[in-house]
């Protein structure tokens, strides 16, 4: 199933959910190694159509879980990497591919480039291939191009170097998505 048209009718219910508070907290040190999580929301525009949905995205080490909330909570989708692959459930069925690009465009219809992303959700150029990065005055990542995708930072939790960033677009090929982050977990 290329385009999943429920999943996509809740996720962009998903819009209206909210989550209260931003903690202020800095990036780890060791991005790589550590652990983090947060709590947002996300659009994505591709081919003429739009989706949203809240977000949980916990982070450990080699392992990633991404869970698309609808308004009230319930998950819609659950993303799951580690070494050996990337897991989607969606729909009472289960999709597996080697890389998480590869699987949410053949399942969503959209690409999740989330080899990168676990870095860029940090202000952080992904190890492994080059990048360009333009700074802001107060030294923050403002914006940064690598792997075909141009990743622009609007908001932060402060003004230092090392905070983390709320609200990031990500562009490609005709697809946009926004990250909005209302809450981090470090």
Request: with cysteine; aromatic share 8%; charged share 25%.
């Amino acid at each position: 199933m290329r385009h999943l048209p429920i999943l996509f009718v809740l996720l962009m219910l998903g819009a209206c959910a909210t989550t209260s508070g931003v903690s202020v907290t800095q990036r780890p040190v060791q991005p790589e190694l550590s652990s983090y999580a947060f709590n947002g929301r996300v659009a994505v525009r591709h081919d003429g159509e739009r989706s949203s949905a809240g977000v949980r995205w916990i982070h450990r080490g080699n392992t990633d879980e991404i869970l698309l909330l609808a308004p009230f909570g319930q998950t819609v989708a659950r993303i799951y990497s580690d070494t050996q692959g990337v897991l989607l459930e969606a729909s009472g069925k289960t999709y597996f591919e080697q890389d998480a690009e590869t699987l949410t465009e053949r399942v969503l219809g959209w690409h999740l480039p989330l080899s990168g992303m676990r870095f860029w959700v940090l202000a952080l150029p992904a190890f492994g291939s080059d990048a360009v990065a333009e700074r802001a005055e107060n030294g923050q990542l403002k914006e940064l191009r690598q792997d075909g995708w141009e990743i622009s930072y609007t908001r932060y939790a402060a003004e230092t170097v090392e905070s983390l960033p709320l609200r990031m677009n990500l562009r490609r090929d005709g697809m946009e998505m926004q990250l909005l982050i209302d809450e981090w977990e470090i």
